[in-house]
């Protein structure tokens, strides 16, 4: 059974209340909370101020995916603020190891988001460092996007990766799934279904996440 993350972006921040409540009965296992900088990506979302609200708001695991540059800089900060997973870009730290040590010393699991062209060999030398690999299967900066197909051959790549080292080393989807296209992402090899639209949008949102979680 995959873990389901739903996206909080594309849920409605007047009603957000309501919505945490909805999560909090749900199948759902994590909260996926996107920060964006308007530099690393083309759009701004919320910083861990709102992390410590949704903090409060639920016990179910938070899963933070910064799409911000030097996100070493504010390692602590979303450690306080209740993360406990921190994801970082790999386009945006060169010096990933040194962000991924920081991000465990300071009790959280550490994910690397890779953008749809970084090839999955980037993550070679740095994998056995990883709790958590995000692969964006659409450009990140936005909800509601569509899947990019070959995305489904780079989750092969890395679960053989994965799988040949003997690793415990999570692959979450991010972007684009839907109750369509989620059977095939999980069977190419994925753990983990990030949704935002396919559930926030939809008539019935913990059907919705039933129905994903069942697959
Ligand atoms: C995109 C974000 C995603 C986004 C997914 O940059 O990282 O988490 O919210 O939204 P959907 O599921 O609507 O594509
Ligand atoms: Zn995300």
């Given at each position: 059974m995959p873990i389901i993350a739903p996206s909080?972006?594309?849920?409605?921040f007047f009603k957000m209340e309501d919505e945490c409540k909805m999560l909090n009965e749900s199948a759902a296992d994590w909260y996926h909370l996107d920060v964006m900088?308007?530099?690393?990506?083309p759009n701004i979302s919320f910083g861990p101020m709102i992390i410590e609200f949704f903090r409060q708001a639920t016990s179910k695991i938070c899963d933070v995916h910064l799409m911000i540059e030097e996100p070493g800089n504010y390692t602590e900060q979303f450690r306080n603020a209740g993360a406990d997973h921190l994801i970082v870009h790999i386009e945006a730290c060169p010096h990933l190891h040194r962000n991924l040590e920081q991000i465990k010393s300071l009790g959280m699991k550490a994910g690397v988001a890779i953008n749809?062209?970084?090839?999955?060999?980037?993550?070679s030398d740095v994998l056995h460092e990883t709790d958590l690999i995000c692969m964006m299967?659409?450009?990140?900066?936005?909800?509601?996007q569509q899947f990019i197909p070959y995305t489904l051959e780079k989750i092969k790549q890395l679960r053989q990766m994965i799988d040949e080292r003997g690793l415990k080393t999570l692959i979450e989807i991010d972007g684009g799934v839907t109750v369509e296209n989620a059977a095939t992402i999980v069977a190419a090899g994925a753990d983990v279904l990030v949704a935002g639209n396919t559930v926030?949008?939809?008539?019935d949102p913990k059907a919705t996440i039933q129905r994903l979680k069942q697959l």
């Open positions: 909080l972006l594309a849920s409605n900088d308007g530099r690393f990506v749809p062209h970084t090839p999955v060999s980037m993550l299967s659409v450009n990140p900066g936005f909800g509601g926030f949008k939809s008539p």
